[in-house]
């Protein structure tokens, strides 16, 4: 999924190039050129992997017939309804998912640990101001309360993000929390404050890097978790807007095609099995590395 999601400007080059669509345009190629994409020494491939245009994450449209088609030379998994190509939504969708998966996660983590560090070190009224907020979030289901904040903001991928984000970090700061509490009780902890450690000093030097174990190994497990929420997020028509490359939204174009025609129920299965396939892979996938991930590092062992 890294591979995919990194060169989906390579991966996709057949149907970017066929197709001419607004990113052929936005990396500035002419019909001379356009090959160059495929090509490591020329400076569009890399542009086009670090940072491509927005519209390359626009689904290119095979025809604008309302009933999918299967695979064909030029659509390798078949279009959606409304000619979107599958495969091409599933490449790309892939780099939004590590995308919304990264942002998110990350940004969760730095409140956790601003939050978590501050509650757990100070204690007292500090400690219960910041848990009785953590509380409050745990109080509300995360993803009913991210669709309160997305209905709030406004339908879009970053409004998504700013959602998951939002309430994911209390579960963040709460772990670390206590882990603080147990390490800042140890002696090289005493022995550091005796030498005249500040506060600061104690907590970013000491106290943190003896802390966050815990913390990354649950993040990693939490990618796939935000992903799919976000998935669904785009499914219920909270995310990103028509034609974008997200995997919610492709299970979204599915929809209306779960069964086929009279006697043939299954004529349109690869509609929704290949995005249902990714999404259950990637999930399936960052558990294992978490799990894999917390027994190297022997997290409560």
């Known amino acids: 999924f890294i591979v995919v999601a990194t060169f989906a400007p390579q991966f996709t080059s057949f149907q970017i190039i066929n197709t001419r669509n607004t990113c052929v345009r936005d990396l500035g190629l002419t019909l001379d050129t356009v090959t160059d994409i495929r090509n490591p020494l020329k400076p569009v491939f890399w542009r086009s992997v670090v940072v491509p245009p927005a519209s390359c994450f626009t689904i290119p449209r095979a025809s604008y017939s309302p009933v999918p088609t299967p695979a064909s030379a030029g659509t390798f998994l078949g279009t959606t309804g409304g000619g979107y190509d599958i495969y091409y939504g599933l490449v790309w969708g892939a780099r939004s998912a590590f995308y919304v998966g990264v942002v998110v996660v ?5 409140i956790g640990i601003i939050v978590g560090s501050l509650a757990g070190f100070f204690g007292g009224w500090v400690d219960n101001v910041f848990m009785r907020l953590v509380d409050v979030i745990f109080a509300i289901p995360s993803l009913v ?10 339908q879009s991928l970053q409004n998504v993000m700013i959602a998951l ?20 009780e140890r002696e090289f902890v005493d022995g550091a404050r ?20 815990t913390l990354l190994v649950i993040a990693s497990l939490d990618i796939g978790s935000v ?23 492709m299970i979204t174009f599915a929809r209306e095609w779960l069964q086929g025609p009279p006697g043939q129920p299954f004529a349109y299965w690869y509609v929704s099995f290949w995005p249902g396939l990714i999404i259950v892979l990637f999930v399936l996938g960052w558990n294992l590395l978490g799990d894999a991930a917390r027994d190297i590092l022997d997290v409560r062992g």
């Open 145 to 154: 309360l991210a669709i309160v904040i997305v209905s709030i903001l406004g």
């Open 194 to 213: 005796a030498l005249g450690a500040g506060n600061g000093r104690l907590i970013f030097k000491h106290i943190l890097p003896n802390s966050i174990t």
């Open 165 to 184: 984000a939002a309430v994911s970090w209390a579960g963040y700061a709460r772990i670390l929390r206590g882990d603080i509490l147990q390490v800042k």
């Open 106 to 110: 990350g940004s969760g983590i730095l």
């Open 227 to 249: 992903v799919l929420t976000a998935s669904a997020l785009s499914f219920l028509g909270l995310g990103a807007p028509i034609g974008y490359a997200d995997w919610g939204q």
